[in-house]
């Protein structure tokens, strides 16, 4: 007899293992959601990192409630120096809200000179 087993997917999807198929419970296989940005917060360019001429993007996962708040970030790449400051302003962005909590990437550019 065979079990089912479920995989979770970063657009929060499950996906059913029925011999060898795998299919998507509920839509079809996508890559994380895309949500409107309602309010962002520019993040603040970290003193060390500007000294040190550390420039770069950090790339966030990001979870987004109902409601358009975001209630976790998790850095997926990015330096060191600047991934704190990304999720700090980011987990103050307001993004429109949807019909169920929801995944996304979001970029956030950290420019040498930008103020």
Excluded at 5 to 19: F, M, P, V
Excluded at 48 to 59: D, F
Aim: proline share 6%; hydrophobic share 45%.
């Amino acid at each position: 007899m065979e079990v089912p087993l479920a995989i979770q997917l970063r657009s929060s999807r499950s996906l059913l293992r029925a011999g060898g198929l795998f299919l998507c419970a509920g839509a079809a296989f996508a890559a994380p959601t895309q949500r409107a940005i309602v309010s962002r917060v520019a993040p603040a360019y970290p003193e060390l990192a500007r000294r040190m001429h550390v420039s770069g993007k950090v790339v966030l996962l990001v979870t987004i409630q109902a409601d358009g708040k975001v209630s976790a970030t998790k850095v997926e790449s990015g330096h060191a120096l600047l991934a704190p400051a990304a999720q700090d302003a980011v987990s103050r962005w307001r993004f429109a809200p949807g019909p169920e909590t929801s995944e996304s990437e979001v970029d956030v550019n950290f420019a040498e000179g930008a103020q």
